[in-house]
């Protein structure tokens, strides 16, 4: 079962950037992508990869996010910048459709 690892999270302040990194225990040869839940809210697919690199983003990140990956690291990124309060969630990665187990995620908050 292939586990994945997200890490990169952290407090930042509104207006700020992070780089979260999603690593798998092995290759993995779906369309990638990262997910947010904030509180109280469902989990929502914020930005997806193909195997042929082509992305998709939820219009409320289109323009501020960038997801890329690295094959050869078994590894995807999620380059966020101008962080606003309402990007606050725990990110999570997975397949898209997803496929394989939650891994536990990392907590992005944004705040002053």
């Known amino acids: 079962q292939v586990q994945l690892v997200e890490s990169g999270g952290g407090l930042v302040q509104p207006g700020g950037s992070l780089r979260l990194s999603c690593a798998a225990t092995r290759s993995i040869l779906n369309t990638m992508g990262w997910y947010r839940q904030a509180p109280g809210k469902q989990r929502e697919l914020v930005a997806s990869?193909?195997?042929?690199?082509?992305?998709n983003y939820a219009d409320s990140v289109k323009g501020r996010f960038t997801i890329s990956k690295d094959n050869a690291k078994n590894t995807w990124y999620l380059q966020m910048n101008s962080l606003a309060p309402e990007d606050t969630a725990v990110y999570y990665c997975?397949?898209?459709?997803?496929?394989?187990?939650w891994g536990q995620g990392t907590q992005v908050t944004v705040s002053a």
């Open positions: 990869i193909t195997m042929a690199g082509n992305t």
């Open positions: 997975n397949s898209n459709p997803p496929l394989y187990r």
